[in-house]
C-alpha cells in the first residue's frame, strides 16, 4: 500500500487510534494494524517492571517513532462513495487502481469518501457494510449490480439514504441498526483486518451496524502503574533498561557487570548492580500482580511518603506530608500527601468492541498481535498532584446507614441489569467508593479553577477496597500541561482546607436543581444518581470509570429532611 502521510501522537496510539482503531486521514479512513507490524527497532523501551508483570509480558515499550512505515496501516473501510456521481464501490472498483484515491466512473474525478457504515460483532470482528446483500439478499454480486446512495433531501436522518441499484432494487439505511437488522441479511465473516487476511476466525454471531466514527467501534483496555519506590529510583530504572542481558544468572559474569556499570558514566557500580538483581530476581519470584494489587502498593506508598533526597533527583517519586488544618478539614480525612514528582506508565493490552470488555482473558477482547509478543505499547508521563487518605472505620460506618444502603441497592440493580445485557458477571457496588469517587470530580472541578489546569489534563486514581480508602488527583499529560507545580502547590495546608471548602460548597447545589438531587437513574445505563453536567460530571479523560458511579447526595444528602444530614460531608457544609 502507498505510504500514508498522516501522523498522530504516541499517547493516541493507545487511546484514541490504536491498533484495531480506525484513523481518519483528509478523506480516508485506515485502521492501524497490530504489532507483528510494527517497526519494534525504533520503538524506545520503557521502565515500569511492576505494570509489565501484570499483564503477563516481559516488557513495554512506546510506539515506534522517527521512521516512515513505524505504524503501518489498512485501508478500512474498503467500500468508498463518489461524492459527485454517488456510486459505491471499492477502490479498484471506482478508480480502476486498488491503491486508487480518486473516481474513474465519472468526469469530476473526485476524491473517494470512506462509506460512512460498517458492521462488527461482540467478538471484535469486523466488516464492511455488506451493501449488496441488504439490497438483493441471496443474488450474488456482478456487474449488472452498480450500486448508488442518494439523498433525498427530506431530514438528515439514515433514513433520507437510499441504496438504488442498476437491476431496480431500492431500499433505505433507516432500518439497519436494529438489533436484528443483519439476520437473514449477513452472519459475521470473522474478519480481523488488523491481523491480516490469515486471521480471520469461525464467528456464528450477527454483527451490529455502526457509523464509522462511532465511539463503541473501538474500546482501548488500557492498564496503567505509577512508579513507586524502589522501581522508581535511578538505579532500578538502569538495571531494567539492561534486564534482557542480566536476567539470566548464567549470563551474569564479572566482565558483564563491569560493562553494564562503565554505560552509567560512573554513577553506579558492580556491587549496587548485583544488590539491584538481586532484589529485581526476589520481586519476580513473587505471586502474579493483578490490578488490585497494584494500587495496594501505590497506596502504601504515597500514604508512606518519601522526602525529596539530594542523593538521587533522577527518582520518578516524591511525596512529602502535609499538615492538616482542624476543624477546617473534616476528620474523615485522615491524610494528606503533597506528590511534587510521579511517574505513571499506561500500556495497551488489548481492545473491544460494542461491549467495552476489559479484562485479561475475557472473551471479545481481542489480541494485539497474530503471534504472541513478549512486549506491550507503552507510554510515559511525568505529573504532579494530590493524594489523600480516608478513615475506613468511619466510611464503613457510615455506609451501613438505611440512607446509603438504599442508594447502594438502586445502583447495584442498574449495575446487574447492565451486566445481564452485556453477559458479565455483574460488579458488586461499593458505596463508600462511589462517594470518593463523587469527591475525586469534586476536586478535580475546584483545582482546575484553583491551579489553573484545563479539567481534562487532571486525572483521579482511586484507591478503596475493604482495607483502605484513598484518592490522588494528579496531572499526568504528554503536554505542556503536564508538570508546572501548581496542583501540588494546593496541597499546603492553607490552600487544600480552602480549595476543600470552597469545592463542597460550591457542589452543594446545582443549578438543576431540584431535578438533579433527586434523580435516582441517570448518566450511562442509569449507573448515576444525583449526578449531571452542571455539577458532578467531568472530561472523559479524568475519569477512571466513564462518568459513571456517582451520587452527590452521597456527600450532601437529600431535600427530604430525613437524609439532609446522611451525607458523608452534611455536618460540614450544613443545611
Not at 456482478?142 to 433514513?159: C, F, N, V, W
Not at 557487570?257 to 554513577?267: E, P, T
Not at 457496588?429 to 481534562?456: E, N, R
Request: net charge negative; with cysteine.
Amino acid at each position: 500500500m502507498r505510504k500514508v502521510d498522516a501522523t498522530a501522537r504516541r499517547s493516541q496510539l493507545l487511546s484514541t487510534y490504536g491498533i484495531g482503531g480506525l484513523f481518519p486521514s483528509e478523506t480516508s479512513s485506515f485502521m492501524i494494524v497490530g504489532l507483528d507490524y510494527w517497526n519494534e527497532e525504533n520503538a524506545q523501551h520503557v521502565s515500569e517492571p511492576r505494570l509489565a508483570r501484570s499483564l503477563k509480558v516481559r516488557e513495554l515499550k512506546s510506539p515506534p517513532a522517527g521512521g516512515g512505515r513505524d505504524v503501518p496501516v489498512v485501508r478500512f473501510p474498503r467500500k468508498q462513495i463518489c461524492p459527485f456521481c454517488r456510486r459505491v464501490g471499492t477502490t479498484a472498483e471506482l478508480s480502476g487502481d486498488w491503491n486508487g484515491s480518486k473516481c474513474g466512473k465519472c468526469k469530476e474525478k473526485a476524491l473517494l469518501s470512506p462509506f460512512r457504515l460498517i458492521v462488527a460483532c461482540n467478538r471484535g470482528h469486523i466488516d464492511d457494510f455488506p451493501i449488496h446483500r441488504w439490497l438483493h439478499k441471496k443474488l450474488p454480486e456482478g456487474p449488472s449490480h452498480e450500486i448508488k446512495m442518494t439523498a433525498l433531501g427530506k431530514t438528515s436522518s439514515l433514513d433520507d439514504l437510499v441504496l438504488t441499484c442498476g437491476c431496480g432494487e431500492t431500499r433505505s439505511l433507516g432500518k439497519a441498526f436494529g438489533a436484528e437488522a443483519m439476520k437473514g441479511v449477513t452472519q459475521c465473516r470473522g474478519l480481523r483486518p488488523w491481523l491480516g487476511h490469515d486471521h480471520t476466525e469461525a464467528c456464528d454471531e450477527t454483527p451490529r451496524v455502526l457509523q464509522r466514527g462511532a465511539s463503541n467501534v473501538w474500546f482501548p483496555a488500557v492498564r496503567s502503574a505509577i512508579s513507586i519506590p524502589p522501581y522508581s529510583e535511578a538505579l532500578a530504572k538502569f538495571v531494567n533498561r539492561h534486564w534482557t542481558a542480566l536476567e539470566d544468572p548464567a549470563a551474569v559474569n564479572d566482565a558483564l557487570l563491569a560493562n553494564i556499570a562503565k554505560a552509567s558514566n560512573g554513577k553506579f557500580t558492580s556491587d549496587d548492580i548485583v544488590v539491584e538483581i538481586k532484589r529485581r530476581r526476589e520481586s519476580d519470584e513473587g505471586a502474579d500482580l493483578d490490578e488490585d494489587e497494584l494500587r495496594r502498593q501505590e497506596y502504601k506508598a504515597l500514604l508512606e511518603g518519601r522526602g525529596e533526597r539530594k542523593a538521587d533527583r533522577d527518582s520518578d517519586f516524591v511525596s512529602e506530608t502535609v499538615e492538616i488544618l482542624r476543624p477546617r478539614v473534616p476528620d474523615l480525612i485522615t491524610h494528606v500527601r503533597k506528590v511534587t514528582r510521579l511517574r505513571e506508565v499506561r500500556a495497551l493490552y488489548g481492545f473491544s468492541r460494542l461491549n467495552g470488555v476489559a479484562e485479561l482473558g475475557q472473551e471479545g477482547l481481542c489480541k494485539l498481535s497474530g503471534e504472541e509478543k513478549y512486549w506491550l505499547p507503552a507510554i510515559e508521563v511525568i505529573g504532579e498532584g494530590i493524594f489523600m487518605a480516608f478513615d475506613r472505620i468511619k466510611l464503613h460506618d457510615w455506609a451501613q446507614r438505611p440512607f446509603a444502603k438504599r442508594r447502594e441497592r438502586t445502583l447495584q440493580t442498574a449495575a446487574t441489569r447492565q451486566a445481564d445485557e452485556f453477559k458479565r458477571t455483574p460488579p458488586t457496588v461499593d458505596i463508600a467508593k462511589v462517594a470518593i469517587h463523587t469527591l475525586a470530580h469534586l476536586l478535580i472541578d475546584q483545582l482546575s479553577l484553583d491551579a489553573g489546569y484545563p479539567a481534562s489534563s487532571l486525572r483521579e486514581r482511586l484507591f478503596v477496597d475493604n482495607e483502605t480508602a484513598g484518592l490522588l488527583i494528579y496531572t499526568a499529560s504528554s503536554d505542556s500541561a503536564g508538570s508546572l507545580g501548581g496542583v501540588a502547590s494546593q496541597a499546603d495546608p492553607e490552600r487544600f482546607a480552602a480549595a476543600l471548602d470552597e469545592g463542597l460548597h460550591r457542589l452543594s447545589w446545582c443549578s438543576t436543581d431540584p431535578v438533579c438531587i433527586e434523580s435516582t437513574a441517570t448518566g450511562t445505563d442509569a449507573l448515576n444518581l444525583a449526578a449531571c453536567h452542571a455539577c458532578a460530571l467531568v472530561p472523559e479523560t479524568s475519569c477512571e470509570l466513564n462518568n459513571t458511579y456517582l451520587d452527590r447526595a452521597l456527600l450532601f444528602g437529600t431535600q427530604d429532611e430525613d437524609e439532609q444530614i446522611e451525607g458523608l460531608f452534611s455536618a460540614y457544609v450544613g443545611p
